[in-house]
């Protein structure tokens, strides 16, 4: 460790050992560090559907059961991946006694509640893979942190994919650990039928994933007890892990906390220099695998509560 990053973390520290309220922002850079997709880029793309497509209420109303399949995949996959070093120090730091804390993460994978944090420190934005809502107007059922896998027998077996040279990539194994490098082609999308798909126990009619399509808003009520707990006092300290926390909401979040007072701490591979150089005030950056720089730097107060 360098000697700049050694005194960094030495203020970081010295800031943590005395902040009261803390605030984590958590993004897709730290589910990475379990292996999972991002949807961003070269895999932006499944079973050659263009991920962008499937994520809107308008798929979900044409093929209900095509929208399903690419999400069965999404859950198969996230239950595949195992929370990391960073996802089980934040579930940690809400165990702190003497600290008020809550995770406002923008990733769908459940990856954060299997970590073991509670469910009420926990604020996910952009929903979850494992939420599953009714789609009929006036009927509020939801069941959250939903793990069953497929969810209906139609949905079981969709998720195989093969490699270019026929070798199967079961989801299941973990034979291709490069396959972001190959074209994949995969079994056939299913045509489903509306019966196949998961339905509603009180009304009877469909249920859907509930995570944020594009072209939805985020729920008021979550936005709500966010700006609650950030009014109720100042955050002594925001932690931004995975992310660059410069897109709604979460910009509005740092700047606010910073407004206030609070300092903002941000654990990410990518980070301007200035940044991890410490020429801006009341900001830390740690470059690197926020896996391995959160446990190491929240570690003067997740050391006093069990693994
Ligand atoms: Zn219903």
């Known amino acids: 460790m360098s000697t700049r990053l050694n005194k960094s973390m030495m203020e970081f520290q010295d800031h943590l050992r005395h902040s009261k309220r803390i605030v984590a922002l958590v993004g897709a850079g730290l589910s990475a560090s379990s292996g999972l997709p991002t949807f961003r880029g070269s895999q932006g793309l499944w079973k050659n559907f263009n991920m962008i497509d499937l994520a809107t209420p308008d798929a979900f109303y044409i093929d209900p059961g095509l929208v399903w399949q690419f999400y069965s995949y999404r859950r198969h996959a996230a239950l ?43 604020h996910e934005i952009h929903g979850s893979l494992f939420d599953l809502r009714c789609t009929s107007f006036g009927c509020n059922y939801v069941d959250h942190d939903n793990f069953v896998d497929p969810l209906t027998p139609a949905l079981g077996g969709t ?28 079994t056939p999308v299913k045509q489903l039928d509306d019966s196949e798909l998961p339905r509603c126990p009180a009304c009877g009619d469909l ?46 979040y740092v700047d606010r906390v910073r407004y206030k007072g609070g300092k903002v701490a941000i654990f990410n591979t990518d980070i301007e220099d200035s940044v991890v150089d410490g020429q801006q005030e009341g900001v830390w950056g740690f470059r690197g695998d926020a896996a391995e720089t959160l446990p190491q730097a929240l570690d003067p107060l997740i050391s006093q509560v069990c693994p």
Do not use: C
């Not at 998720?159 to 995969?186: I, N, Q, Y």
């Not at 985020?218 to 300290?237: A, K, M, T, V, W």
């Open 159 to 186: 998720e195989e994919e093969f490699d270019r040279s026929g070798r199967k990539r079961s989801m299941h194994g973990d034979e291709d650990t490069d396959g972001a490098s190959v074209s994949p082609e995969f």
């Open 80 to 122: 595949k991946a195992h929370p990391n070093s960073g996802h089980l120090a934040l579930a940690r730091l809400s165990q702190v006694p003497s600290v008020e804390f809550v995770t406002i993460t923008q990733n769908v994978d459940g990856l954060s509640i299997r970590a073991g944090t509670p469910r009420h420190k926990l």
């Open 207 to 252: 249920l859907r994933p509930g995570v944020v399509w594009f072209g939805e808003s985020l729920s008021l009520q979550l936005l709500n007890r966010i700006d609650g707990f950030i009014e109720q006092g100042p955050i002594d300290l925001m932690l931004v892990v995975g992310t660059s926390g410069t897109v709604y909401p979460a910009n509005g």
